[in-house]
């Protein structure tokens, strides 16, 4: 049953990965041409939204792969290890990343949104920061609590 469900999650990381490649394929560029007709006399903007885009993508892909290891080890019975613990620190600081590269990328994202009609780019900019925040939240309780049950395990495997 375990091999069912770690199974079934890899298939949605893997389901999570290609959607998010495909926006950066087709959607980025597209939208990096868009911020440079927007200001034509700013030509820094362009190049500026697409590294922010991109350099947010990194991490993303890197919490994708560290999800992934939590899984095998999982697989192989060693979630309640060091392993664990250093795949959650490392999800945590990748969430955080792409929290603070968004944030930094905000006043790219508002020069655009301040020239179109419905202001879509800040909405969905604060949304990526908070949803990064809560998973870096998350993935800091679920590293606590597994420090603390390793702790616990090896008080007992001393005990006996």
Do not use: H, W
């Amino acid at each position: 049953m375990k091999q069912v469900t770690t199974l079934f999650l890899k298939l949605a990381i893997i389901f999570i990965g290609i959607p998010v490649l495909a926006l950066c394929l087709f959607l980025v560029p597209k939208i990096g041409n868009f911020a440079g007709e927007l200001y034509p006399n700013l030509s820094y903007l362009k190049p500026l939204v697409l590294i922010d885009m991109y350099a947010a993508a990194i991490p993303f892909y890197v919490a994708l792969f560290q999800a992934f290891t939590l899984l095998r080890y999982i697989d192989k019975n060693q979630a309640f290890s060091d392993l664990s613990v250093k795949a959650l620190k490392k999800i945590k600081y990748c969430a955080i990343t792409i929290s603070a590269l968004y944030l930094l990328g905000m006043p790219l994202y508002y020069l655009m949104a301040e020239k179109i009609d419905p202001p879509s780019f800040m909405p969905i900019g604060s949304m990526i920061i908070f949803a990064s925040m809560v998973i870096a939240v998350f993935a800091a309780v679920l590293q606590r609590l597994l420090q603390e049950a390793i702790q616990i395990k090896s008080e007992n495997d001393l005990t006996v």
